[in-house]
């Protein structure tokens, strides 16, 4: 018993090659789960398209090619900071003939114990004439009684001018969201005219509406020096 | 550090896979299909202690000098990873998002006597 409080591997060799495995693998079990921070294995019922996630995983690294340097400015993981990239698919909410609504989920675990680092909001437009086509997008966050308050997230205007992906950093909404300990981002698309207007891609898998987000473990008592 | 083998009693590093389809787990975790974990086993002489892998660290010349100063407060030496790295995992959240994350210092690379 002594020697056991010194070496944690010692007592294994006493055990039957069964045991050994259960113990082990329970072991890598609980060792995932607690570095992932999950009470439990998620239970998955409704997986990515394969798809959706290869059409995303293409766009990401269309903008960001093998071997490029971090964008300027991101602060570089220091030595036993874990990071984290997450891929987040849209819930389509209510739409109109003018207006999307699209909603991201966060897990707990995820809002709660790190900072965002850097997200874009990737949508896919289906442009049907030439020229510009302005978009207005508002950031919604949930109010506690349940609802939803347009002034809470902040607005922005993109510009549409042919088919394809178009892109917008929305590292400091969810940076705030996460602040405010939101797990939902909601965002609100809507175009100017009815006629010739854009369309949003939605519906389609491959062209689904997705955030791409690299996040660090937040540490608690990082100290700066000035 | 040491692979074990057969019929090897000393400190050494023992592989140990996990296979997720094997646990259940293949539906959440999108990548890699299972998980070397690896362990270290194995008796540590005193006469080994510090080697190999800690030879050259502070924690093994404090220790060694301990030893030599002061019997009493000799401590046995443990065969422990010395070396470890990260694992790297492609899984669904409990919301389906897609997760890429690196935990470190999960996969044991090397053992040795403290």
Redesign the interface.
Known sequence: A??AV?????G??ALTPTTRRDV??A???Q??LS??H?PD????????SRGA?LTALRRIHAQQPVGTAPSPGLPHPGV?E????????AETGSSTSRSVHLDF???R??AGSTEILQATLYLFWAVPSPGMHPITIRFVHPDPTGGTTPEGGGETRLEVQRDGWATLDVGQTIQNLFKQGGQRLSVELEVMEEQGSPLLAVHNDSHRPFVAARARARTPHRVQRR | GIDCSGDSRTCCREEFFVDFKEIGWEDWIIQPEGYHMNYCAGLCPLHMAGIPGLASSFHTAVLNLIKANNADAAVDSCCVPTQRRPLSLLYYDRDSNIVKTDIPDMIVDACGCT
């Open positions: 002594a020697k010194w070496c944690p591997a010692c294994l060799a082990l693998v072991l890598a079990k060792s995932i570095k992932l999950l294995r998620p239970n998955i019922t409704q997986p990515t996630l036993g874990q990071e984290y990239e997450i891929l987040s698919f989920h966060f897990t675990e995820l």
